[in-house]
Structure formats: structure tokens, C-alpha cells
């Protein structure tokens, strides 16, 4: 709901712009030509994911990991963690901060393991392995555009090295300061399964297989190179006529997320007024110029400090302008992605990941929070702009 009076303030600060001339016309028109088609795939994907979820895939999978943890808990953070990352890069990470935060803690408790490893884990890899892939998130899809459309697998050729360092860097953190904590066991006899998303009782075979089958047709669909909101709408599609058919009752006008829609039309409607007035000529003077180990890190560290200081998508939004080069726009999404892990506001992620845990009774402080992040976001930064220096375009190895 908060999300969503957010969104209507910024909507009708966005009308005000457009109706007094601030922004013209075929600014808006332009706008509209970018940003419908990302608009559409996040709906549909996030369509996809929730009927995923109440098909019982993730629990599923959950079950499966805590059995391949073979009753070490390092040996299980670890499969968790990897989860996480394949959930962020082929499902996005709002997809991870929202549908995996929950099973991450319920097998952590079933385990009878601390909570707080896992779910620092889940949270910052859902932000900093969203590098690879275009869909991973929403700045990327952006950035893709900004490049002039290229391919995912060319995407993923100029992001793979910062990527991979943007993942290490927080995993090594959390098992360098969750040491005791990682090193627990756990019986695997004493662990029960997961519940389904909707009740304990046995998830409907045909709506699991029909969901396993759809998501192994659909990643290589999102990587295929097709615009992307094609496939996943007609994933949507199938996986609703497979509810309509066996559960009728889940496919609610809910399932389509109103308050992020809201929001992010009218943030693109007011970031657009701000750029289009003049505010990105002010942040280049912050953001500085050129492709160097030391340029390209002030770019991503103001990125970052954009998103910290108030939201990483319009942080993203003002300084695109001053990407200019692939390998500029990867530091800035390096700094936007990977950097958001100081404040709560400082992705959409971070909000939905703590929203699931106040749910399940989970007590992060937010104090607490921002110490780490503030260790832990400058170390993944910098190394993963030392990743893009040494192996990016114009590199020692690129």
C-alpha cells in the first residue's frame, strides 16, 4: 500500500510535468516506446513466478537442497546461495527477494540453523548477481536498450567478470563473519518438509510438472535474443490455463503487481522531467568521465550512492546520460546493481526481502544492516570494477 501511494504521488507529480509543459510531448511518447515492452515482461514474469510458486516449484526444490545438504550447514548455505543466484539472474531479483526469502528461512528453521546467514545471503546476492543477464533487472533491461539492443549473450559477454566478482565478494564475506554459525550441522531425519504456498497438504502433480516444463522452455526463450516479453507472456498465458483448469481460485487480479506498476511509471515520468531539465548535466560533475580503473569506479560508487540515497532505478535513470561507452554503462550498473545493499530503500528487492521476514516473524535491524552493507558494498564494488578494468572492453585481457 505504501508502495503504491508512493507510486500515485509520483504519477501525479509526472501528469503535472507533462500537463504544464515542463516535459513535452514527444518526450513522453519516446518514453513510452522504451519502457512498455520492459513494463510488460516484468507482469508477465511476475505472473509466471507467482504461479510457479503456488505449483509448489520452489518448496520442491527447497525439500531437495536440504536432502543434498547431507546435514552440514555450510554444505547447505552454499546450495541455497546457489539458488539464489540462478533464481536472480534467469528470474530477476525481485522474483528472489520475494519468492525464495521465504523458503530460504523455513529451511534454515526446519534445519534448526540460524536464520540470519541465509537470509543476508539471499538479499544481497538478489541485488549483486543481477549483473549477467539483461532480465536479471530492470536497469539492465534498461541498459540493454541504452546499447543499442544487443543481444543477451553479448550482454552477458560484457558483464560475466564483474558479475562473477559481485557474487564471490558477498559470499566470502558471510562465510568469513558467519563462520561459527556455518559450520553447524543439522539431522536430516528431524527435518519435515515444507509447506506448500497455500496449505501443507501435496502439491498437484499436474500443475508442478506443467510449471517445470514452462520454466525449462522459458529460460532459453529470455536468452534467445526474441524480445523478451513475448515469451514470457506466453508463458504467463499457459501457466494460467493450467490453473484455470485445476485452480481456478488463484488467478486474482492480485497476481498482476498494481503498486510496482504504479510506481514505476510515474518514477519514470518524474526522473524523466529531471533529466530532461537539466539534472544529469549536474551529476556528471560528480560522476566524472573517462574509462580507467579510477573513472569507472567514481562512476559506479556515485551510482551507488544515488541508490542508497534514494532508489537505484532512478539513480540508474539520471545517470545513463553519462555512460556514453559499454564499458561506463557497465560500471554505473555495477554501482546501481550491486551497490543498493546499505539502505532499505535502496531496491525494490531489499523492501519486498524484509517485508517476507517481518511476515515470518524474522527481526532485522536495520542498524545492524547498514554496518555490513557499508563493508561489504564498497568491497564488492571495487572488485568488480577491477573484474571489468582487467577483462572488459579496452582491458588488460578484454
Known amino acids: 500500500m505504501r508502495l503504491a501511494i508512493i507510486g500515485l504521488v509520483l504519477l501525479v507529480a509526472g501528469v503535472v510535468t507533462v500537463a504544464t509543459g515542463v516535459l513535452p510531448w514527444h518526450e513522453v511518447a519516446v518514453l513510452v516506446d522504451r519502457v512498455a515492452p520492459i513494463l510488460a515482461f516484468v507482469v508477465a514474469m511476475t505472473v509466471v513466478t507467482e504461479l510457479v510458486s503456488e505449483a509448489g516449484t520452489f518448496q520442491w526444490i527447497a525439500r531437495r537442497l536440504r536432502r543434498w545438504g547431507r546435514g552440514r550447514g555450510v554444505l547447505l548455505w552454499l546450495l541455497l546461495a546457489l539458488f539464489a543466484v540462478l533464481s536472480t539472474i534467469f528470474l530477476s531479483l525481485d522474483t528472489t527477494a520475494v519468492l525464495l526469502t521465504p523458503v530460504v528461512v523455513t529451511v534454515a528453521r526446519q534445519a534448526g540453523l540460524p536464520v540470519l546467514p541465509s537470509a543476508l545471503t539471499t538479499v544481497w546476492l538478489a ?222 528487492a531489499t523492501l519486498l526481502w524484509h517485508d517476507r521476514l517481518v511476515r515470518m516473524n524474522v527481526l532485522i535491524k536495520w542498524k545492524g544492516y547498514a554496518v555490513l552493507g557499508l563493508i561489504v558494498a564498497p568491497l564488492t564494488i571495487t572488485a568488480a570494477i577491477a573484474a571489468l578494468a582487467v577483462v572488459g572492453p579496452g582491458g588488460v585481457f578484454g
Open 127 to 348: 541485488n549483486t548477481a543481477s549483473l549477467l543477464l539483461p532480465i536479471s533487472n530492470l536497469t539492465n533491461l534498461l541498459a540493454q536498450h541504452n546499447l543499442g539492443g544487443i543481444s543477451p549473450a553479448q550482454f552477458a559477454r560484457l558483464m560475466w567478470a564483474p558479475s562473477l566478482a559481485a557474487i564471490v565478494v558477498p559470499l566470502v564475506f558471510v562465510a568469513v563473519v558467519f563462520r561459527r554459525e556455518l559450520r553447524k550441522t543439522y539431522a536430516l531425519d528431524s527435518a519435515r518438509p515444507a509447506p506448500g504456498p497455500t496449505s501443507a497438504a501435496a502439491p498437484d502433480r499436474v500443475l508442478l510438472g506443467a510449471s517445470a516444463v514452462v520454466l525449462v522452455l522459458l529460460l532459453p526463450a529470455l536468452v534467445s535474443g526474441a524480445a523478451i516479453w513475448i515469451p514470457a507472456t506466453a508463458a504467463a498465458l499457459v501457466l494460467a490455463a493450467f490453473f484455470a483448469i485445476r485452480r481456478p481460485k488463484v488467478l486474482k487480479v492480485t497476481l498482476i503487481p498494481w503498486s510496482l506498476l504504479l510506481f514505476t511509471c510515474g518514477l519514470f515520468l518524474v526522473v524523466e522531467a529531471t533529466q530532461y531539465l537539466g539534472a544529469s548535466v549536474l551529476l556528471g560533475q560528480v560522476a566524472g568521465e573517462g574509462s580507467g580503473f579510477v573513472e569507472l569506479l567514481r562512476l559506479a560508487m556515485t551510482g551507488a550512492l544515488g541508490s542508497n540515497v534514494v532508489n537505484n532505478l532512478p539513480a540508474y535513470l539520471l545517470a545513463e546520460p553519462l555512460a556514453g561507452s559499454p564499458v561506463r554503462m557497465a560500471a554505473l550498473l555495477i554501482g546501481v546493481n550491486a551497490g543498493p545493499l546499505i539502505t532499505p530503500w535502496a531496491s525494490l
